[in-house]
């Protein structure tokens, strides 16, 4: 059979949708259609009992079975011709370098992100439901519709035709260039026809014959690829049940990381050498086995959970916590046999009633006792509130990490199965929210009941979180960052390896590799209470004053941790430290980073060395290799600051100085050549006391049982932020901008020699605007610092693109790295060849260790622990794990400045906090809430908080960059969202 024939092809009639192989089968027009329940007696007894009168059709006439043959013959051949088109379509789609989630397309040259027309898109959104989601091919945004803002509304035609807006962070699944994009265009929305972006569907579009049969073109293709995708689902659901749904031993609910975490290529691949393929890698690109796989994987939210960040370019799943999910499986049997005791229904239900109702009195009887003290401002942090007066059951702890579990997802595509449980439970313990009628009359008494409803934030987040504040179940000041269920999969408590006492036998990978020396003294600047000293620098001087080596060394874990080592793989999974305001959690165990930072003694290094020019901070030439530090010298940035400058005579103070002075040269370099500058961003910033380890969970038990503790409010104190957070500019002190340049110097020094030697790394890329014009804005907002004013920079609408990650050496923009005017420039300088890759923080950054693995391979002329298609095809997750830590970190940092202005607002209304305050527009799309009032997001300067601030409807938008006079108007920390509204003045 060919290749052709194996296409799922559909065609509409009226026997519904039948593929080809079914219509070689039609039965006689006088046989009745088969119907559930058999053929015979028994069937027909079936049949009535369900409602079905047997029916029947006369025999058809000679003649009219000739006339139905020939037809039948004609509709094949159209089909088959129909057929040849799609297969080729497809056939392209599966040669295509990278597969079906290749990153770049063969005519078009794309970033990683984009969704372009032309593609097919499967499109899910968070009010979809469990199986609900559109598919369709992406046309262009009409000429006559404005897209303001960041609202990235996207047009799709779908299966039947019609045309529907979506924004483009709905889309979970995409296949580029699945239509000619000249196709597309041809299908696109008449300019004449009524449409803006904010409309759900496009209506009353004039005829157009050319536009409607190209439309018709593109809907024939999705359904070839939907019939398809079926075909592949029920070929591979046997495999998917036996692999993924078959029940685990309760147990042993232990996974590694590596178990944890899964792709839709990864599951496909599992799946088709389960049933047996013999051409596994030709299939696994496959878009009908990737669409079909990706929809057994959303089907189950009960056991995966989607990537909500960036699922379109990682396709990436977390399998669920085998305790949340059992949990979700009991809450749910019980609530349900529950009701149905309630409603009339027989059986087990009295049993699930005694479970709910035991759970709902012992937790009315504790929040009677608790009353009062549960937000006392007086109470010790940590302090304990002795032993419950009603003992918890067993069956209330499952109740209770069913409701922990509600606070760990931010956005689902995979709709929602815990809220409808969580306020049922809520309720019935009596503490259901209720809205009033008019949320308008806000302006006389702001309920707090509704505050969550006002602010837009979850209605189930914020009772379930005040429910378990009030019976003892989770601290008033729990940073509910820590609950996200990713977080609790990638960093859960009470490793072992976090735990552990003793130091572990740590092997000598190195074997006999040469180390050099170097005598010359190594300096490690780091905040004083920093624990990951992970990078050094030192000055050494040559036979010409003018030319000394500038050494930076790294710390080197792998020393001792190679690629395949399970720790390496669970690094891999964490990607990177995670810093919260009130605690650390490490990428590596600590008993590994404590005997390979660079603390005070002699240390095994990775050295990025260069030659340099003072007087021009050129780098003549470049040394990478391993080395051996004599003296290390460990000292705080504050230290550095009041040496720097100094007359003083003392060695230690004119290296120093001699290294701060490359380091501004180098800046100043990047600046004029490069073209570089610093493009800043507020960033909002706490600090907390007393010590964080007081805070956190308060689910401790005892030798007299569970109890409940109060762990008080810390003290919370805003940073002021500063615009500047990168360079060494007038915002930023000398020695924390002279070790941020050398780093960067290091970066660039591995990249040359990552080119030299074909290494493949996760480089750090930036693309320029493509707008010449945009590019002349930036030219003129410079400072002679080569600083660009944020407000300036907002009001101009010029938009940088984020840095990225690519397996070659690329130009990165703002750095001035690899620009055209740095290649162009005549010198000798080593560096205008440059890429950037990080390689600076390998006990903090996984991406990092690579770099160290794959640069100690090249130097030992070993082969390399990771080839280039591995690392191209790690990139979507590299990308997406560096915005979800940032994501998480600021997440932290608001939940405690929100905390605090919350804390403000409640006893302290003549705050200079609360206003009037100065704020910037960053976001003027006008959005309306769910209390139909309208919102524009601002940024407050002085604290770099992103509020919402009180919009008219029917108001113009204004302009980004737009200055504010705000004040507060209200504060909610409830579940993982808490807001800040406000108001001009």
């Known amino acids: 059979m060919t290749n052709a024939q194996r296409l799922a092809v559909t065609v509409v009639g009226r026997r519904g949708l039948q593929t080809s192989a079914a219509l070689a089968k039609l039965e006689p027009r006088g046989k009745p259609p088969r119907r559930p329940g058999g053929r015979g007696a028994q069937g027909r007894q079936q049949q009535q009992q369900h409602g079905h009168r047997p029916s029947g059709r006369p025999a058809l006439s000679d003649e009219a079975n000739k006339a139905l043959a020939e037809r039948k013959r004609t509709m094949e051949e159209g089909l088959w011709k129909t057929i040849a088109k799609h297969e080729s379509v497809l056939e392209e789609l599966r040669r295509r370098p990278g597969g079906a989630f290749g990153r770049a397309s063969k005519t078009r040259k794309r970033e990683l992100d984009d969704v372009l027309p032309g593609d097919f898109v499967e499109l899910r959104t968070s009010s979809s439901s469990n199986s609900a989601s559109n598919v369709g091919v992406v046309l262009p945004t009409p000429s006559n519709v404005a897209v303001s803002g960041t609202s990235?509304?996207?047009f799709v035609v779908g299966a039947t035709g019609s045309v529907e807006v979506f924004r483009a962070p709905d889309v979970a699944l995409a296949f580029i260039d699945f239509v000619d994009p000249k196709l597309a265009d041809a299908a696109s929305i008449s300019?004449?026809?009524?449409?803006?972006?904010?409309?759900?569907?496009?209506?009353?579009?004039?005829?157009?014959?050319?536009?409607?049969?190209?439309?018709?073109?593109?809907?024939?293709?999705?359904?070839?690829?939907?019939?398809?995708?079926?075909?592949?689902?029920q070929r591979l659901m046997p495999a998917f049940e036996s692999l993924y749904l078959a029940e685990r031993d309760e147990?042993?609910?232990?996974?590694?990381?590596?178990?944890?975490?899964?792709?839709?290529?990864?599951?496909?691949?599992?799946?088709?050498?389960?049933?047996?393929?013999?051409?596994?890698?030709?299939?696994?690109?496959?878009?009908?086995?990737?669409?079909?796989?990706?929809?057994?994987?959303?089907?189950?939210?009960?056991?995966?959970?989607?990537?909500?960040?960036?699922?379109?370019?990682?396709n990436l799943f977390l399998k669920r916590p085998e305790r949340d999910r059992l949990a979700l499986r009991d809450v749910e049997t019980w609530v349900n046999d529950c009701q149905l005791y309630e409603g009339g229904a027989a059986g087990l239900g009295a049993q699930a009633k005694d479970v709910i109702d035991g759970f709902c009195s012992r937790a009315v009887r504790i929040m009677e006792s608790r009353k009062g003290t549960v937000r006392a401002e007086t109470e010790p942090a940590g302090a304990k509130m002795g032993a419950m007066e009603v003992a918890w059951a067993k069956e209330d702890l499952v109740?209770?990490?069913?409701?922990?579990?509600t606070l760990g997802e931010r956005r689902t595509l995979q709709g929602d199965h815990y809220s409808a449980l969580a306020m049922f439970l809520v309720k019935r313990c009596g503490l259901a929210q209720k809205l009033p009628p008019t949320p308008h009359l806000y302006d006389e008494e702001p309920p707090t009941a509704a505050l969550a409803d006002v602010v837009g934030l979850s209605q189930t987040q914020a009772a379930v979180c005040d429910f378990l504040i009030r019976v003892g179940q989770l601290a008033p000041s729990q940073d509910l960052t820590t609950l996200e269920t990713e977080f609790q999969i990638l960093f859960p408590k009470d490793t072992p390896s976090e735990t552990a006492k003793s130091k572990p036998a740590l092997v000598d990978l190195d074997g006999d590799r040469k180390r050099e020396q170097l005598d010359c003294p190594i300096f490690v600047i780091d905040d004083a209470s920093a624990q990951e000293l992970d990078d050094g620098v030192g000055i050494e001087a040559t036979s010409d004053p003018d030319v000394p080596w500038l050494h930076i060394v790294i710390a080197d874990p792998t020393a001792s941790l190679g690629p395949r080592d399970g720790v390496a793989r669970d690094a891999r999974k964490k990607h990177s430290s995670v810093y919260l305001v009130n605690e650390t959690h490490p990428l590596l165990p600590q008993p590994l980073i404590e005997p390979h930072g660079?603390?005070?003694?002699?240390?095994?290094?990775?050295?990025?060395?260069?030659?340099?020019?003072?007087?021009?901070?050129?780098?003549?030439?470049?040394?990478?290799?391993?080395?051996?530090?004599k003296d290390v010298r460990v000292t705080s940035y504050d230290a550095v600051d009041q040496l720097l400058g100094s007359q003083a005579q003392d060695d230690e103070v004119r290296r120093l100085n001699q290294v701060f002075d490359i380091a501004c040269k180098l800046e100043k370099r990047r600046k004029v050549v490069g073209g570089a500058f610093v493009a800043p961003y507020l960033r909002a910033s706490a600090h907390i006391s007393p010590d964080p380890s007081t805070l956190g969970d308060s689910s401790l038990q005892d030798n007299d049982?569970?109890?409940?503790?109060?762990?008080?409010?810390?003290?919370?104190?805003?940073?002021?932020?500063?615009?500047?957070?990168?360079?060494?500019?007038?915002?930023?002190?000398?020695?924390?901008?002279?070790?941020?340049?050398?780093?960067?110097?290091?970066?660039?020094?591995?990249?040359?020699?990552?080119?030299?030697?074909d290494l493949p790394l996760y480089f750090r890329t930036q693309a320029k605007p493509s707008a010449a014009e945009d590019l002349a804005k930036l030219e003129r907002m410079k400072d002679d610092e080569g600083i660009v004013g944020y407000r300036d920079l907002l009001a101009s609408g010029v938009r940088i693109s984020a840095a990225s990650a690519s397996d070659v050496p690329g130009e990165h923009f703002s750095m001035g790295i690899g620009t055209l005017a740095e290649?162009?420039?005549?010198?000798?300088?080593?560096?205008?060849?440059?890429?950037?890759?990080?390689?600076?923080?390998?006990l903090r950054r996984y991406p990092d260790l690579v770099a160290h693995w794959q640069i100690k391979a090249a130097l030992a002329g070993a082969k390399l622990p990771f080839d280039r298609e591995t690392i191209r095809a790690d990139i979507p997750r590299i990308v997406r794990m560096d915005a979800w830590h940032r994501a998480l970190e600021r997440s932290s940092q608001r939940f405690w400045m929100t905390m605090k202005l919350?804390?403000?607002?409640?006893?302290?209304?003549?705050?200079?906090?609360?206003?009037?305050?100065d704020a910037l527009v960053t976001l003027p799309d006008v959005r309306v809430a769910m209390d139909l009032q309208a919102r524009v997001r601002v940024q407050i300067l002085d604290t770099g908080l992103p509020v919402e601030c009180m919009w008219g409807q029917r108001e113009p938008a204004p302009e980004s960059g737009t200055a504010l006079k705000v004040a507060v108007r209200d504060v909610a920390v409830h579940g993982m969202k808490g807001s800040v509204l406000v108001e001009r003045v």
């Not at 050319?210 to 689902?233: D, G, K």
């Not at 005070?600 to 990478?624: C, I, Q, Y």
């Open 902 to 917: 919350a804390r403000v607002f409640e006893s302290e209304p003549t705050s200079p906090l609360l206003g009037p305050l």
């Open 598 to 629: 660079l603390g005070k003694g002699t240390k095994k290094g990775l050295k990025f060395s260069a030659k340099m020019k003072l007087s021009t901070a050129e780098v003549l030439d470049v040394n990478v290799g391993l080395a051996w530090l």
């Open 251 to 314: 147990k042993d609910m232990s996974q590694t990381l590596e178990e944890q975490t899964l792709t839709t290529v990864e599951v496909a691949r599992k799946l088709l050498e389960s049933t047996g393929s013999e051409s596994v890698d030709e299939e696994a690109d496959s878009p009908a086995i990737l669409l079909a796989t990706h929809q057994l994987l959303m089907s189950q939210p009960r056991r995966f959970i989607s990537d909500g960040l960036s699922h379109r370019t990682t």
């Open 152 to 154: 990235q509304a996207i």
């Open 823 to 842: 290649l162009e420039h005549p010198s000798d300088d080593m560096l205008k060849k440059s890429g950037y890759v990080r390689a600076t923080s390998p």
């Open 399 to 405: 109740i209770f990490d069913f409701l922990r579990a």
């Open 705 to 757: 049982g569970p109890y409940s503790i109060s762990r008080g409010y810390p003290e919370i104190n805003i940073i002021k932020p500063s615009l500047v957070e990168a360079g060494i500019g007038p915002s930023q002190t000398k020695s924390r901008g002279m070790v941020a340049e050398l780093m960067i110097l290091a970066g660039r020094i591995a990249s040359i020699y990552a080119s030299a030697n």
């Open 191 to 233: 300019p004449q026809t009524p449409a803006t972006a904010s409309t759900q569907e496009v209506i009353e579009e004039p005829f157009d014959e050319a536009r409607f049969t190209a439309r018709a073109q593109i809907c024939t293709r999705i359904r070839v690829l939907q019939r398809q995708a079926e075909t592949a689902r």
